[in-house]
């Protein structure tokens, strides 16, 4: 799962670092790390890709989800003073 | 008759309150306000819906003994969600009223005791450092569904120390895990530790920090008051708790915690690097505000007691955070009131209006316009926090909704009894009905109403009210009051 500033930050095709939850069941679930994805709604990724649940800024679920590619593992964590706009960090690298 | 500190009838010299949490839980299990659930729930948002589910139907404390996953550790929800239990807290019957439980706080506040430094604290059985260190191995809930994460900090004292003073700041501020040894958090930017940390920032150094859970109640309530800068929540503590509060000093800092919390992280937030925090719904009764811009933790300890029982606030609406803002927020801003020379009889922030609505008294003949602004103006100087403030005569009970209710709708003037003010720099960026623009620059508005007929008028002229205690009378009061049985009621 992923919690984006705007669901429709998410774009076909497009390439995007996000911070990633994992929603794999036991005591790690929703763990997070970032890492740049490709996202895609085409069958053969939501049949072949991780699947990829967004939320929005207040936590509203899109029902349907993406399909994901991690591109680049980027770490757990972003450059950047406390209380700075982390959709805005995240954007810059 | 609005409630004052003069007619209140609070017993004098009241009971002993409880030294920590395990034993604040007997007790509400003696007065029936906790409920155990011996059966196993689910971190994964069953316990939090659970939790929800209590707090919105005014239910008791929960205990959870049963937690998939986490054998042995359990959760203690809701702890102050409840009058009773601020009443419980403060050493009272769990059905003192709430102006006995405000005078009751005063006293004890007005005797602050200093705290005791010790040299062991209940957490010491475990100790875990280093690579073997991930807060998953504490019982951490998904509360809610949509939450960024899973908040293991809502029911907790957050330690941090000013590096130029050495003043110590208590304060409940929320924090998620991230990953396997980092939490982030989101203390709110202007609060007494985002103070703080800015001073690191300022340096690029980390500030040292440690998150206490699971602690005696009296500690969690003062850690949640609004208190002037420089104030040490530990005495304030004390003098709650009626006796002095033993602290510990944690293993990688010279912070100090209170010795009978059952759990302790110690670790830093970095000047420099930060990470997703949230959303989560929060005290207001939504899930909005600031999202994505929190702070980063590094967790370097984890201390808890074998079996711990954590603690949680199942925030969102009538959670524990509106109880005990309405208590030590109501008092802190009838002082400011007093000290402003406005004459205040009472405050009351009910739980309802989850510390956007602030109900005001004022001795009768003293209200109007020009009081109410005063009042709008002494409220609205730094941080901002309610949306609406009510000024009412104290002719009306400010602690019960449906008389303030009643004056609003029928006394206040819609045009000349309305005053509005805009903020800038203050306003809590938590409130659902700011966008984001406004967040952002921590804007607003606040909305005064002047509840009551204006001075100015002839007092034989104003409207008399129609109610029992008004429109008879004594002797007809007193008959009727005499024969009420007999009349069959």
Redesign the interface.
């Known amino acids: 799962m992923c919690h984006l500033k705007h669901l429709k930050d998410l774009q076909d095709g497009a390439k995007r670092v996000i911070t990633i939850r994992d929603l794999s069941p036991g005591k790690h679930k929703y763990l997070a790390r970032v890492a740049r994805v490709e996202v895609s709604r085409s069958p053969e990724a939501l049949e072949k890709w991780d699947k990829l649940w967004a939320y929005s800024v207040v936590g509203r679920m899109d029902p349907k989800p993406w399909g994901m590619k991690v591109v680049e593992e980027l770490g757990l964590f972003v450059p950047g003073q406390p209380y700075s706009d982390i959709y805005e960090s995240m954007a810059k690298m | 008759m609005a409630a004052t500190e003069k007619t209140i009838s609070a017993e004098k010299g009241s009971g002993e309150t409880t030294r920590d949490q395990r034993s604040f839980i007997e007790l509400c299990k003696k007065t029936g306000d906790v409920v155990v659930v011996e059966k196993e729930v689910d971190w994964?948002m069953e316990l939090g819906a659970i939790s929800r589910r209590a707090t919105e139907t005014d239910g008791p404390a929960v205990y959870f003994k049963n937690i998939k996953?986490y054998p042995g550790q359990g959760y203690f929800v809701n702890p102050i969600s409840t009058w009773r239990r601020a009443a419980l807290t403060l050493g009272l019957p769990a059905h003192a009223r709430i102006p006995e439980i405000y005078a009751e706080y005063i006293r004890r506040d007005s005797n602050q005791i200093p705290p005791t430094l010790v040299k062991d604290a209940v957490c010491r059985d475990v100790i875990i450092k280093g690579k073997d260190l991930d807060v998953?191995?504490l019982a951490t809930p998904?509360i809610?569904?949509?939450?960024?994460?899973?908040y293991l900090g809502t029911w907790c004292i957050v330690v941090s120390k000013d590096p130029e003073t050495g003043w110590v700041n208590w304060g409940t501020y929320r924090f998620m895990?991230?990953?396997?040894q980092?939490l982030s958090g989101w203390p709110f930017?202007p609060s007494h530790f985002?103070f703080m940390?800015k001073q690191f920032?300022n340096h690029n150094k980390p500030m040292p920090v440690a998150i206490a859970i699971g602690a005696d109640e009296s500690s969690h309530l003062a850690s949640t008051s609004s208190t002037r800068k420089g104030r040490d929540e530990a005495t304030l503590a004390g003098g709650l708790a009626g006796h002095s509060i033993e602290i510990a000093q944690c293993l990688d800092s010279d912070l100090t915690f209170p010795a009978n919390a059952e759990v302790v992280l110690e670790g830093e937030?970095?000047?420099?690097?930060?990470?997703?925090?949230?959303?989560y719904?929060e005290y207001p009764g939504?899930?909005?505000g600031e999202?994505?811009?929190?702070?980063?933790m590094k967790v370097n300890t984890i201390c808890h007691k074998k079996n711990p029982i954590l603690s949680m606030d199942c925030t969102g609406f009538k959670d524990c955070s509106s109880v005990v803002t309405a208590l030590g927020g109501g008092i802190g801003v009838q002082r400011k009131l007093e000290k402003a020379g406005l004459p205040v009889t009472g405050v009351y922030i009910p739980s309802e209006g989850a510390v956007h609505l602030f109900i005001i008294g004022v001795e009768k003949g003293k209200g109007g316009r020009e009081t109410t602004e005063r009042v709008l103006n002494e409220l609205t100087q730094n941080r901002t926090y309610a949306t609406k403030i009510l000024v009412v005569e104290d002719d009306i009970d400010i602690f019960n909704l449906g008389e303030v209710i009643h004056a609003w709708s029928t006394r206040c003037h819609s045009g000349r009894g309305t005053i509005i003010k805009h903020v800038e720099g203050g306003a809590q960026q938590l409130t659902p009905c700011y966008n984001t623009d406004e967040r952002m620059r921590r804007a607003g508005a606040v909305a005064a109403f002047d509840v009551s007929f204006p001075p100015s008028w002839d007092p034989t002229e104003v409207p008399m009210k129609a109610r029992f205690a008004e429109v008879y009378p004594k002797e007809i009061q007193e008959k009727v009051l005499a024969n009420w049985k007999a009349y069959g009621f």
Do not use: C, Q, W
Not at chain 2, 144 to 150: I, P
């Open positions: 994964d996953d998953t191995t998904m809610h569904h949509g939450d960024g994460g899973r895990v991230h990953n396997a980092y930017s985002g940390l920032v937030i970095f000047p420099d690097k930060i990470a997703m925090e949230g959303p719904s939504y899930r909005s999202m994505g811009a929190g702070i980063l």
